[in-house]
């Protein structure tokens, strides 16, 4: 059973942009802070934004002033908006949903995203 479904990845240039959506179900959103995460070949995979059911936001200090991520209630969906695109940023990016109170922990399928000239 697939509970979050990402897209928008894709192939752009070293200052580009690129915008990821995660779409859940109310019951998941609604309950759960949301996130994205990422993960490079090699590499293990890292936080790079949270945000509360209050909109309070979490950055990784390596995309602090270039990402920014959102979420919209109407339609359950968390974004990831992505400016300055470097190679570095190249990975897999996992949305993910979790609540401690809740104790549920969800994760999406992943969406590629290649930053290269």
């Known amino acids: 059973q697939v509970q979050l479904v990402e897209s928008g990845g894709g192939l752009v240039q070293p200052g580009g942009s690129l915008r990821l959506s995660c779409a859940a179900s109310?019951?998941?959103?609604?309950?759960?802070?949301m996130g994205w995460y990422r993960q490079a070949p090699g590499k293990q995979r890292e936080l790079v934004a949270t945000?509360?059911?209050?909109?309070?936001?979490n950055y990784a200090d390596s995309v602090k002033g270039r990402f920014t991520i959102s979420r919209d209630s109407a339609k359950n969906t968390v974004y990831l908006q992505m400016n300055s695109l470097k190679p570095e940023d190249t990975a897999v990016y996992y949305c993910?949903?979790?609540?401690?109170?809740?104790?549920?922990?969800?994760w999406g399928q992943g969406t590629q995203v290649t930053v290269s000239s």
């Open positions: 993910n949903a979790n609540s401690a109170v809740f104790r549920t922990d969800y």
């Open positions: 945000i509360t059911s209050g909109g309070r936001t």
């Open positions: 109310r019951s998941i959103f609604s309950r759960n802070a």
